[in-house]
């Protein structure tokens, strides 16, 4: 019997699709070749999140003296570390596999290769072949680590993200390819472990797609942690000695060399397409080509997540995920892209919803008010020994409705939230800081901003 809806790819995007098609009753299928949950749950945001935990926690006990603590010098147990994030991988995909099962998907565990628009054909790892049918089909097959191709990239000790987090013994020197968010977290969990690290990025600035200041002012707390960062900078080769390696780079000095135990690659990634590769789909370079409503140039063919390019970022791949269970169950829902929030987990944290100010200038020809609070200036924060960092608040000038929101400082990727929901609901500045904000709370610093943004400034000279 054929399936209703047929789903390719396990990851945020596909088993959120498929549990939203279950509990609507339709009969569904998930295939999926590795383990359920995909780069996210496997070696993407959950992995890093958890070490980043432990990287935290070691920077915390260096500066307990601060606060009237006194320890021994901090030891790492770095296969302890490893254990504790394979074990919280473990327990959430297992839930993954018990969501699925509960909501009635049927999953099959194999390779899955697009035959004809409703027929797809599964390889398991023994070799064996079998066909499914289905009358709509979702897309869902995520993207891998871009390999830049130059001279040494295959050299032993040359990583990818997947290998960088689960090394099986800390190195002392890395150096990492790409300033942008994979490399700057990994820098940031290997740094505080005690790894020498030298980031090399091609653009003028770390954190493409950041707003400037965020950018900037981030750049200057990563370099005072010891972490060496070459912007303009692009690198050209990298040759083993007998147990290093040395890389070759471009900078605006001139040629550069560094030696290092490892190099990693964090140059961007690119859509897994190949399960659709015989089909006249229409795909591009950055992905899968999809409509409003997620469908593709076949009918009753949807694309979500990462292999669609649209952003590589876990929630969305969800949210898409719902979108096109819906559609592909009759419905004629749109994606809306006006309010995502982007996280980068480092210490401090940074956060970053709707327009940067460059966007909201060029869009609002100029016309745009900005609001800022420092923490050094908010008491939870002082309490927590956090002083670096600011909110910072865009709006249009005529109505003040918010459009964009920037946060560095702590617990800044919870603080998102709020700054996601008044832009989905339009609110205006006097909205926020006419919003009673508990106290003593970080979030204090968003209606202390928006108060700076109307010229109002309450806690700030
Ligand atoms: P990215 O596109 O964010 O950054 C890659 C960086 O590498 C760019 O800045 C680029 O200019 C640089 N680069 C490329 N070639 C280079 C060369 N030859 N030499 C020096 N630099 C070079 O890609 P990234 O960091 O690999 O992340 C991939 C995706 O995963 C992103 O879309 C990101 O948003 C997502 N992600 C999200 C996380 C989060 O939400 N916390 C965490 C990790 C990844």
């Given at each position: 019997?054929?399936?209703?809806?047929?789903?390719?790819?396990?990851?945020?995007?596909?088993y959120v699709a498929a549990?939203?098609?279950?509990?609507?009753?339709?009969?569904?299928?998930?295939?999926?070749?590795?383990?359920?949950?995909?780069?996210?749950?496997?070696?993407?945001?959950?992995?890093?999140?958890?070490?980043?935990?432990?990287?935290?926690?070691?920077?915390?006990?260096?500066?307990?003296?601060?606060?009237?603590?006194?320890?021994?010098?901090?030891q790492i147990d770095w296969?302890?570390?490893?254990?504790?994030?394979?074990?919280?991988?473990?327990?959430?995909?297992?839930?993954?596999?018990?969501?699925?099962?509960?909501?009635?998907?049927?999953?099959?565990?194999?390779?899955?290769?697009?035959?004809?628009?409703?027929?797809?054909?599964?390889?398991?790892?023994?070799?064996?072949?079998?066909?499914?049918?289905?009358?709509?089909?979702?897309?869902?097959?995520?993207?891998?680590?871009?390999?830049?191709?130059?001279?040494?990239?295959?050299?032993?000790?040359?990583?990818?993200?997947?290998?960088?987090?689960?090394?099986?013994?800390?190195?002392?020197?890395?150096?990492i390819i790409g300033g942008?968010?994979?490399?700057?977290?990994?820098?940031?969990?290997?740094?505080?472990?005690?790894?020498?690290?030298?980031?090399?990025?091609?653009?003028?600035?770390?954190?493409?797609?950041?707003?400037?200041?965020?950018?900037?002012?981030?750049?200057?707390?990563?370099?005072?942690?010891?972490?060496?960062?070459?912007?303009?900078?692009?690198?050209?080769?990298?040759?083993?000695?007998?147990?290093?390696?040395?890389?070759?780079?471009?900078?605006?000095?001139?040629?550069?060399?560094?030696?290092?135990?490892?190099?990693?690659?964090?140059?961007?990634?690119?859509?897994?397409?190949?399960?659709?590769?015989?089909?006249?789909?229409?795909?591009?370079?950055?992905?899968?080509?999809?409509?409003?409503?997620?469908?593709?140039?076949?009918?009753?063919?949807?694309?979500?997540?990462?292999?669609?390019?649209?952003?590589?970022?876990?929630?969305?791949?969800?949210?898409?995920?719902?979108?096109?269970?819906?559609?592909?169950?009759?419905?004629?829902?749109?994606?809306?892209?006006?309010?995502?929030?982007?996280?980068?987990?480092?210490?401090?944290?940074?956060?970053?919803?709707?327009?940067?100010?460059?966007?909201?200038?060029?869009?609002?020809?100029?016309?745009?008010?900005?609001?800022?609070?420092?923490?050094?200036?908010?008491?939870?924060?002082?309490?927590?020994?956090?002083?670096?960092?600011?909110?910072?608040?865009?709006?249009?000038?005529?109505?003040?409705?918010?459009?964009?929101?920037?946060?560095?400082?702590?617990?800044?990727?919870?603080?998102?939230?709020?700054?996601?929901?008044?832009?989905?609901?339009?609110?205006?500045?006097?909205?926020?800081?006419?919003?009673?904000?508990?106290?003593?709370?970080?979030?204090?610093?968003?209606?202390?901003?928006?108060?700076?943004?109307?010229?109002?400034?309450?806690?700030?000279?």
């Amino acid at each position: 019997m054929p399936y209703d809806i047929a789903i390719i790819g396990g990851g945020p995007g596909g088993y959120v699709a498929a549990i939203y098609a279950g509990k609507k009753k339709a009969k569904v299928c998930l295939i999926e070749r590795d383990e359920l949950g995909g780069t996210c749950l496997n070696r993407g945001c959950i992995p890093t999140k958890a070490l980043i935990h432990s990287a935290n926690i070691v920077s915390e006990i260096k500066q307990a003296k601060r606060f009237g603590i006194i320890t021994r010098d901090v030891q790492i147990d770095w296969n302890t570390i490893q254990k504790n994030k394979e074990t919280i991988v473990k327990t959430l995909t297992k839930g993954v596999e018990n969501l699925l099962k509960a909501n009635g998907v049927k999953t099959y565990k194999g390779t899955a290769k697009l035959l004809d628009k409703n027929t797809i054909e599964i390889t398991y790892q023994t070799g064996q072949k079998e066909t499914i049918t289905a009358q709509k089909i979702i897309l869902a097959t995520g993207s891998s680590t871009v390999i830049i191709p130059i001279p040494g990239y295959d050299l032993p000790g040359v990583i990818t993200s997947d290998e960088a987090l689960s090394l099986e013994e800390l190195p002392e020197s890395m150096l990492i390819i790409g300033g942008g968010v994979i490399g700057i977290e990994l820098g940031y969990i290997y740094n505080t472990m005690g790894v020498d690290i030298t980031i090399v990025e091609m653009l003028p600035q770390i954190l493409p797609r950041q707003d400037e200041e965020i950018q900037k002012e981030l750049r200057k707390i990563l370099e005072r942690q010891g972490i060496k960062i070459y912007t303009s900078s692009k690198v050209k080769a990298i040759e083993k000695t007998e147990d290093k390696l040395i890389t070759t780079f471009e900078t605006q000095e001139g040629v550069k060399q560094i030696t290092t135990d490892r190099v990693l690659m964090a140059a961007g990634r690119k859509p897994n397409t190949e399960a659709v590769k015989d089909l006249n789909l229409d795909i591009q370079k950055t992905g899968i080509t999809v409509d409003e409503y997620l469908r593709t140039n076949i009918q009753n063919i949807y694309a979500i997540g990462d292999v669609t390019g649209k952003s590589m970022l876990a929630h969305v791949a969800s949210h898409q995920g719902i979108t096109a269970a819906k559609n592909a169950l009759g419905q004629n829902k749109k994606m809306d892209y006006k309010v995502i929030p982007g996280c980068i987990y480092t210490s401090p944290e940074v956060a970053s919803v709707g327009l940067t100010e460059e966007e909201a200038r060029q869009k609002y020809k100029d016309n745009i008010k900005i609001g800022r609070f420092p923490f050094i200036a908010s008491g939870k924060a002082l309490t927590l020994g956090e002083r670096q960092g600011f909110v910072k608040i865009i709006s249009d000038s005529k109505y003040n409705e918010i459009l964009g929101v920037h946060i560095l400082g702590p617990n800044a990727t919870e603080l998102a939230a709020e700054a996601a929901l008044a832009i989905k609901l339009e609110c205006t500045a006097e909205e926020l800081a006419d919003t009673i904000h508990a106290h003593p709370t970080l979030s204090e610093a968003v209606m202390e901003a928006s108060f700076d943004l109307l010229g109002e400034p309450i806690h700030k000279m």
